[in-house]
């Protein structure tokens, strides 16, 4: 079906209702051909004198406008395409803007980009009274600004900071919050939007409601920082220092979306402004940054349809779940599930711990009801979700259970055993492990084939990927069931094949053993951390040892050591400190100090003692540290790709990003490798290997690539 079917028109008493319904697609996007069918609606409706008002609305289910198409993106060329595009963009809103026919948005849905620029241009917006309604301008998630007028009209709608802050975090505004703060006009029932919209379209039309109306504040707060020259100036250099500070100016959008709101209050015109806006979107299209963003964008896209085994194969129903273990980890388990309506039956040892759990599950939950995500009524409903035994009562009904016990294999052997005593013979046990090999955990099952790994990161209501292992006796209904359920949570989910450390883990553990043989080497603990938090990390490597836990990270390494040995061998520097009694930031002492609360207050200079070189520490270029450590990740890598440990570069990229903060504007280890060069990676590789033999032997993969010329991904064309 063509474009040209996706907008429909029905005239009701004068008012031109449009429909936007995008044939063969999820979500409503707008594309060359979409906007050009877009336009010539306007130019009839403006050209028929029986039309008073229009009415846009969504002919999709819990989404009005994702915004633009961004395959149209790959095709600029140079930043004049794109600023091309962009100022088409501002001629097609302003004639919307300006024209003769008032139009009303109703949304009810996702009005996100290019779909709320498009709203902001329309005299009046109406929002559907839905969980599904929101709003945003996520650009600068792909590296891009608004490019349809949307840093210079949404200041006019919110005032600066407000403004600002939608444009630089890019998150979602729910409807009665755009309600409050002057996004939409008006807030009706799902069931009453056409009606009310129709309404609103021909009291515009009769002037019964202005169609240019203010709908900031103009406080005391709005004359010293919106309307004041001199105010205005303070919020723009506090917006530049803060986007500095959180992004290292990795982020060259950020700024350039400053710039770009700026203009509209500097520039000698209005036209100016929108110039503006164009050139810094066609100089941001352009950028490394945007096309690291962009693939990352298509990769989860297309993880989203990727079940993880042949076409055909059908995930079973998950109405419940079984969660053994009721510690930090189960907690967090039960809580994404129960957001989701999916009743969580929790098991533990001891009656007191199982009410931890509960109680735990109630603090997650109630996150969202402190920040007005969820109503009091939805809280109670999740809540009422979970249960709890100590005995396996209500576990034969159960499709899935997921065990969240102690790192141990004897201790999860004697847990698979008793629950499979009980479960359905169709029923799926999935264990959560970070290190433990998934076959060796099955070796106790009467049913391997239904026994498969889910590596869920902490906090797990925070840390969006999920890595799913299977082992070659999985089941493919297996792998489908956990992969469609780990969607269901609202997780990114990679497939990956069994192995020690899977391959989050392992790519981290090189990196880490690197970060300790730098300590072994004299280097300052927050050196270490300042070069890789630089380099583009969330935390330094250090800082991550004592978030996870000494004993946790001694427990892996230990694993990871005896599977590859000497390359994954822990350095001297974190035996010792761990040997010390030092848990990291839950004993309140690791190798940072930390206050009664738990909050980090400086390298602890004691730490220093407790290691070969005491106090006195040496200093080393902080691209040599920087280079160390990425490169030992990067290598094990593509060890990993080459053993088959996961499908694709593209796995590996996003296990990495979602799963251990590798910089996203970076794109991921295999992105990086490419951008880098390959035959410059091996040059790098083998330089540090000779200083440290064994220790940074390129992988066969990239010297055989670099031979051939090889790249993980194709120069041109999507990149995924």
């Given at each position: 079906?063509?474009?040209?079917d996706?907008v429909?028109?029905d005239l009701v008493d004068?008012?031109?209702v449009l429909t936007?319904?995008l044939?063969?697609?999820?979500v409503?996007k707008f594309?060359?051909g979409?906007?050009?069918?877009?336009?010539a609606?306007?130019?009839?409706?403006?050209?028929d004198?029986?039309?008073?008002g229009?009415?846009l609305?969504?002919g999709?289910?819990?989404t009005?406008?994702?915004?633009?198409?961004?395959?149209?993106?790959?095709e600029?060329?140079?930043?004049a395409?794109?600023a091309?595009?962009s100022?088409?963009?501002?001629?097609m809103?302003?004639?919307?803007?300006q024209?003769?026919?008032p139009?009303?948005?109703?949304v009810d849905?996702?009005?996100?980009?290019g779909?709320?620029?498009?709203?902001?241009?329309?005299?009046?917006?109406?929002a559907?009274d839905?969980?599904?309604t929101v709003f945003?301008?996520p650009?600068?998630?792909?590296?891009?600004i608004?490019?349809?007028?949307?840093?210079q009209?949404?200041?006019?709608r919110l005032?600066l900071q407000?403004?600002?802050?939608?444009i630089?975090?890019?998150?979602?505004v729910?409807a009665?919050?755009?309600?409050?703060i002057?996004?939409?006009?008006?807030?009706?029932?799902?069931?009453r939007?056409?009606?009310?919209a129709?309404?609103?379209?021909?009291?515009?039309?009769?002037?019964?409601i202005?169609?240019?109306r203010?709908s900031?504040?103009?406080g005391?707060?709005?004359?010293?920082l919106?309307?004041?020259r001199i105010?205005?100036a303070?919020v723009?250099?506090?917006a530049?220092?803060?986007?500095l500070?959180?992004?290292?100016?990795?982020?060259?959008?950020?700024l350039a979306?400053?710039?770009a709101?700026?203009?509209?209050?500097s520039?000698a015109?209005?036209?100016?402004?929108?110039?503006?806006?164009?050139?810094?979107?066609?100089?941001?299209?352009?950028t490394p940054v945007c096309?690291?963003?962009?693939?990352l964008?298509?990769?989860?896209?297309?993880?989203?349809?990727?079940?993880?085994v042949?076409?055909?194969?059908?995930?079973i129903?998950?109405?419940?779940?079984?969660?053994?273990?009721?510690?930090?980890?189960?907690?967090?388990?039960?809580?994404v599930?129960?957001?989701?309506?999916?009743p969580?039956?929790?098991?533990d040892t001891a009656?007191?711990r199982?009410?931890?759990?509960?109680?735990?599950?109630?603090?997650?939950i109630?996150?969202?009801?402190?920040k007005?995500?969820i109503t009091r009524?939805?809280?109670d409903?999740?809540?009422g979700?979970?249960?709890?035994t100590?005995?396996?009562?209500?576990?034969g009904?159960v499709?899935?259970v997921?065990?969240a016990?102690?790192?141990d294999?004897?201790?999860?052997h004697?847990?698979?055993?008793?629950?499979?005593?009980?479960l359905?013979?169709?029923?799926?046990f999935?264990t959560?492990t970070?290190?433990?090999?998934i076959?060796?955990?099955?070796?106790a099952?009467?049913?391997?084939?239904?026994?498969?790994?889910?590596?869920?990161f902490s906090?797990v209501?925070?840390?969006?990927?999920?890595?799913?292992?299977v082992?070659?006796?999985?089941?493919?209904?297996?792998t489908?069931?956990?992969?469609?359920y780990g969607?269901?949570?609202g997780k990114?989910v990679?497939?990956?094949?069994?192995?020690?450390?899977?391959?989050v883990?392992?790519i981290?553990?090189?990196y880490?053993?690197?970060?300790?043989?730098l300590l072994?080497?004299?280097i300052a603990?927050?050196?270490?951390d300042?070069?890789?938090?630089?380099?583009g990390?969330?935390?330094g490597?250090?800082?991550l040892?004592?978030?996870?836990?000494l004993?946790?990270a001694?427990?892996s390494?230990?694993?990871?050591?005896?599977a590859?040995?000497?390359?994954?061998k822990?350095?001297?520097?974190?035996?010792?400190?761990?040997a010390?009694?030092?848990?990291?930031?839950?004993g309140k002492?690791?190798?940072?100090?930390?206050?009664?609360?738990g909050?980090?207050?400086g390298?602890d200079e004691?730490?220093y003692?407790l290691?070969a070189g005491g106090?006195?520490?040496r200093?080393i270029?902080?691209?040599?540290i920087?280079?160390?450590?990425s490169?030992?990740?990067v290598?094990?890598a593509?060890?990993c790709?080459?053993?088959?440990i996961?499908r694709s570069?593209?796995?590996?990229?996003?296990?990495a990003?979602?799963?251990?903060?590798?910089p996203p504007?970076r794109?991921?280890p295999?992105?990086y490798?490419d951008?880098v060069?390959i035959?410059?990676?091996?040059?790098?590789?083998?330089g540090?290997?000779?200083?440290?033999?064994g220790?940074?032997?390129?992988?066969?993969i990239?010297r055989?690539?670099?031979?051939?010329?090889r790249?993980f991904?194709?120069a041109t064309?999507?990149?995924?």
């Amino acid at each position: 079906m063509s474009p040209a079917d996706a907008v429909t028109v029905d005239l009701v008493d004068g008012v031109a209702v449009l429909t936007f319904d995008l044939p063969g697609e999820s979500v409503n996007k707008f594309s060359p051909g979409v906007i050009d069918e877009f336009t010539a609606h306007i130019d009839r409706i403006e050209n028929d004198p029986s039309i008073r008002g229009a009415v846009l609305i969504s002919g999709k289910t819990g989404t009005f406008i994702a915004g633009a198409d961004i395959d149209q993106f790959l095709e600029f060329r140079t930043a004049a395409d794109a600023a091309k595009a962009s100022a088409f963009g501002h001629a097609m809103l302003r004639r919307i803007e300006q024209g003769r026919v008032p139009v009303v948005v109703a949304v009810d849905g996702a009005c996100l980009g290019g779909g709320l620029e498009l709203a902001l241009a329309c005299a009046y917006r109406i929002a559907a009274d839905s969980p599904k309604t929101v709003f945003a301008l996520p650009e600068v998630k792909i590296g891009l600004i608004p490019g349809a007028g949307g840093t210079q009209r949404l200041p006019k709608r919110l005032g600066l900071q407000g403004a600002l802050d939608m444009i630089l975090t890019g998150k979602n505004v729910r409807a009665k919050k755009a309600l409050q703060i002057g996004l939409v006009d008006e807030m009706v029932h799902p069931s009453r939007l056409r009606t009310i919209a129709i309404e609103r379209a021909k009291e515009l039309a009769s002037g019964a409601i202005p169609r240019q109306r203010d709908s900031r504040s103009h406080g005391v707060k709005a004359l010293l920082l919106d309307d004041n020259r001199i105010g205005r100036a303070v919020v723009f250099r506090q917006a530049r220092t803060q986007t500095l500070a959180k992004s290292g100016g990795h982020y060259p959008a950020l700024l350039a979306a400053i710039e770009a709101v700026r203009a509209g209050y500097s520039a000698a015109s209005e036209a100016e402004g929108y110039a503006e806006e164009a050139r810094l979107f066609g100089d941001m299209s352009m950028t490394p940054v945007c096309r690291q963003l962009m693939f990352l964008f298509y990769a989860t896209t297309a993880l989203k349809k990727d079940s993880g085994v042949a076409a055909g194969v059908k995930a079973i129903p998950v109405p419940r779940i079984g969660v053994l273990g009721t510690g930090f980890m189960g907690a967090g388990i039960a809580a994404v599930s129960v957001r989701e309506g999916i009743p969580v039956r929790f098991k533990d040892t001891a009656a007191d711990r199982v009410a931890k759990g509960v109680a735990a599950v109630r603090e997650v939950i109630r996150e969202g009801l402190t920040k007005r995500r969820i109503t009091r009524q939805q809280y109670d409903d999740q809540v009422g979700l979970v249960s709890g035994t100590v005995d396996y009562t209500g576990f034969g009904r159960v499709p899935l259970v997921i065990e969240a016990v102690f790192e141990d294999l004897a201790i999860k052997h004697a847990v698979l055993k008793e629950v499979e005593a009980v479960l359905a013979p169709t029923a799926i046990f999935a264990t959560n492990t970070s290190t433990i090999p998934i076959a060796q955990v099955a070796s106790a099952s009467i049913r391997p084939e239904r026994v498969i790994g889910m590596h869920f990161f902490s906090p797990v209501h925070k840390m969006p990927l999920l890595e799913v292992i299977v082992t070659p006796t999985t089941a493919p209904e297996v792998t489908a069931t956990v992969v469609e359920y780990g969607r269901t949570i609202g997780k990114t989910v990679i497939v990956v094949n069994d192995a020690p450390g899977f391959y989050v883990n392992r790519i981290l553990a090189p990196y880490v053993n690197e970060a300790g043989k730098l300590l072994d080497e004299g280097i300052a603990i927050d050196a270490i951390d300042r070069a890789m938090t630089t380099f583009g990390f969330p935390v330094g490597p250090i800082t991550l040892i004592d978030e996870v836990g000494l004993d946790v990270a001694g427990q892996s390494g230990a694993i990871m050591a005896e599977a590859f040995g000497g390359r994954m061998k822990p350095s001297e520097a974190l035996q010792q400190v761990l040997a010390a009694g030092r848990l990291g930031r839950k004993g309140k002492q690791g190798f940072y100090a930390y206050d009664k609360r738990g909050k980090k207050d400086g390298v602890d200079e004691s730490v220093y003692a407790l290691y070969a070189g005491g106090a006195k520490r040496r200093e080393i270029p902080r691209e040599e540290i920087q280079r160390r450590l990425s490169l030992a990740m990067v290598n094990e890598a593509a060890r990993c790709l080459e053993e088959g440990i996961m499908r694709s570069a593209r796995d590996g990229d996003i296990g990495a990003v979602f799963g251990i903060g590798f910089p996203p504007f970076r794109g991921g280890p295999f992105r990086y490798i490419d951008a880098v060069g390959i035959t410059e990676v091996v040059k790098q590789l083998e330089g540090l290997d000779a200083q440290q033999p064994g220790q940074f032997v390129p992988a066969a993969i990239l010297r055989e690539m670099a031979k051939t010329g090889r790249t993980f991904y194709p120069a041109t064309g999507k990149p995924v």
